[in-house]
Nanobody, 124 residues
Framework: QVQLVESGGGLVQAGGSLRLSCAAS????????MGWFRQAPGKEREFVAR????????YYADSVKGRFTISRDNAVNTVYLHMNSLKPEDTAVYYC?????????????????WGQGTQVTVSS
């Protein structure tokens, strides 16, 4: 069982930056592929970024490539999402998710554990 707690969301002006954190419980964090997803009002949850367990390979949605960076620190059981050059269309609730020994899927249904989400609002 893994519990995930996101933090770091807030209100920021367009062009600004935020860093989201997701703290995980448990001693096997390094064996989980971690993903960040987001959901805007009236829209489906969408993939943002993921980082594969083991080698740490990363993948990004086209809409955030070059602006967002996902990273992890297995020593403190935390995954991060560094968001730069934020746009109003990035406004959403951001969720982190964990997929045990996951090969790296962008589909939300592949992830077994989810955090409660953190709101990111980008004003124009």
């Amino acid at each position: 069982q893994v519990q995930l707690v996101e933090s770091g969301g807030g209100l920021v002006q367009a062009g600004g930056s935020l860093r989201l954190s997701c703290a995980a419980s448990g001693r096997t964090f390094s064996t989980y592929t971690m993903g960040w997803f987001r959901q805007a009002p009236g829209k489906e949850r969408e993939f943002v970024a993921r980082i594969i367990w083991g080698g740490g390979r990363t993948y990004y949605a086209d809409s955030v490539k070059g602006r967002f960076t996902i990273s992890r620190d297995n020593a403190v059981n935390t995954v991060y999402l560094h968001m730069n050059s934020l746009k109003p269309e990035d406004t959403a609730v951001y969720y982190c998710a964990a997929d045990w020994l996951g090969s790296g899927s962008p589909r939300p249904r592949e992830y077994e554990y989810w955090g409660q989400g953190t709101q990111v609002t980008v004003s124009s």
